[in-house]
C-alpha cells in the first residue's frame, strides 16, 4: 500500500524526540503511532508499505526482507541487502524501516519501501527536538536514506511498478492462484502451506485511532524538557506533571506544547 504524507512513530516512542512537531502541522503533514515497535518513518505517495502476517511460528522478518530484497534486484539489479537490524540498505544508505508485533493469535511485520519519495521533506520533518534532556522512550537510529528509482539504470521504478512486480513475485513463489477477475482475497489455492488465507478482509479492526491525540501524544513516556536558564518541564503522558519555576505552575495539568511555554517566558 502507498500512504499519504504522514510521519509514524513505533509504540514505545516520544513524538516530540523524533518529529518536528511545528513543522509537520504546518506542512499538513500527519503525526501517528504504530501499534508495533520500532523507529519513526515518514510515509508519501512515493513510499511502498508491505505488511506479512503469518502465525507466531513462522514470524520470520529477515525472511520476508530476503525475498523483497532478492525479487527487486532480479529486475532492477539494485544491489539491495538486508542486515540483522531487519532492514534494507543500497551502499550505506537505507530504502527501507522494519517493525513487528507478535501477539496470542498471530503476528505481523511490516515494512517501508523508499521508491520516490520527498527526502528533503523527510530529512526537514524528522528533526525531533534536542531540547529533551531525559526520556525512556525508544529512540530512532538516524541513517542516511536513498530512493529505489536513483539506482535503477535499466528498469522504471514507480511504486505502482514495485507493487505489480512483487505482488506477482509473490504469488508465484508460493504457488497462489485469484480467480479472475476478482480481487485477491478469495485465493482457489495454497499449495506451499506457509501463506495465511483470508476469505474477506474485516469491516473493521479493534485498534486505536493512530492519529488521535490520546494515542499520538498520550502515550508517551515520561520525559523532561529544557527551555533553558535552568527550566525544566517534566511531562508525563503528555501531560505537564511538574516545572521548576513556579511562575509557570499554570502549565502543570495541561498538554504539552513547548511553543506555548515559550511565549510565556
Request: with cysteine; charged share 20%.
Amino acid at each position: 500500500s502507498s500512504g499519504i504524507n504522514a510521519e509514524y512513530g513505533g509504540r514505545f516512542q516520544n513524538p516530540w524526540r523524533e518529529v518536528n512537531v511545528d513543522e509537520a502541522r504546518e506542512k499538513g503533514i500527519d503525526i501517528a503511532r504504530r501499534v508495533s515497535g520500532g523507529g519513526t518513518v515518514y510515509h508519501d505517495l512515493g513510499n511502498v508499505n508491505f505488511s506479512f502476517f503469518t502465525d507466531k511460528p513462522s514470524h520470520c522478518p529477515a525472511k520476508n526482507l530476503t525475498f523483497l530484497a532478492d525479487t527487486l534486484n532480479q529486475w532492477a539489479d539494485l544491489g539491495l541487502k538486508t542486515n540483522k537490524r531487519h532492514d534494507m540498505s543500497i551502499g550505506e544508505a537505507k530504502v527501507t524501516g522494519s517493525a513487528s508485533r507478535i501477539i496470542r493469535t498471530g503476528s505481523f511485520h511490516h515494512c517501508t519501501l523508499l521508491v520516490t519519495s520527498s527526502l528533503s521533506s523527510l530529512s526537514s520533518v524528522l528533526q525531533g527536538d534536542p531540547h529533551i534532556t531525559t526520556s525512556i522512550a525508544t529512540a530512532s537510529v538516524p541513517s542516511p536514506v536513498t530512493n529505489l528509482a536513483s539506482h535503477s539504470r535499466d528498469v522504471i521504478l514507480t511504486p505502482g511498478h514495485v507493487i505489480s512486480h512483487v505482488t506477482s513475485s509473490y504469488l508465484a513463489r508460493y504457488d497462489v492462484h485469484f480467480p479472475e477477475p476478482e480481487l485477491p482475497w478469495k485465493p482457489e489455492q495454497d499449495t506451499a502451506g506457509d501463506v495465511m488465507v483470508v476469505d474477506a478482509l474485516p469491516e473493521s479492526v479493534d485498534e486505536p485511532d493512530h492519529k488521535t491525540w490520546d494515542w499520538v501524544f498520550g502515550r508517551t513516556p515520561k520525559f523532561t524538557r529544557s527551555f533553558g536558564g535552568g527550566l525544566e518541564v517534566q511531562v508525563d503522558k503528555g501531560v505537564v506533571v511538574e516545572v521548576s519555576d513556579r511562575g509557570l505552575e499554570e502549565v502543570i495539568g495541561t498538554p504539552f506544547d513547548q511553543t506555548t511555554i515559550q511565549q510565556m517566558l
